[in-house]
């Protein structure tokens, strides 16, 4: 498959990730993925702009205790849970593999290249022989 010319004026930008989305691209792309919780009280901001605190929290790489929602919304804890909560019950890895598919249905999806991280696969010291 040969790649598609890049328009002029338009850069392909393939290391970049989100550091927010907007609440039209959240309702429609990332909100069906996230699980809601069913008992005690809601959440006093939307889901929308927690997960946008999640996403700036990842980007800069700074601890969660550092976080300062504005105007005290909502405190770091809260953020916290509902991250470890997607982490848990696979509502990120749903998000994932449906962010895939639809990228393929597009035909966006480039699959010549495929980039492999091994920061968690353990290495054995010697070889054997």
Same mark, same amino acid.
């Given at each position: ?16 990730l989100? +550091?927010?989305? %907007?609440r039209?691209?959240?309702n429609? *792309? !990332?909100?069906?993925? &996230?699980s809601? =919780?069913?008992?005690?009280?809601? +959440?006093?901001? %939307? ?5 946008? *605190? !999640?996403?700036?929290? &990842?980007?800069? =790489? ?7 929602? %504005? ?23 749903n ?35």
């Open positions: 498959m040969e790649p598609k010319p890049i328009p002029r004026g338009k850069r392909l930008r393939y290391n970049t989100p +550091t927010r989305v %907007s039209k691209e959240f429609q *792309y !990332i909100a069906p993925h &996230l809601h =919780g069913t008992r005690g009280p809601k +959440t006093k901001i %939307s889901y929308y702009k927690i997960f946008n *605190y !999640i996403l700036y929290v &990842l980007h800069t =790489g700074i601890q969660w205790k550092q976080l300062r929602p %504005s105007r005290n919304e909502i405190s770091w804890q809260t953020i916290y849970h509902h991250h470890s909560i997607w982490s848990k019950d696979e509502s990120y890895k998000l994932f593999l449906a962010s895939v598919m639809e990228l393929d249905l597009q035909g966006a999806l480039d699959t010549s290249v495929l980039h492999g991280d091994g920061s968690n696969t353990v290495a054995k010291k010697g070889a054997r022989k």
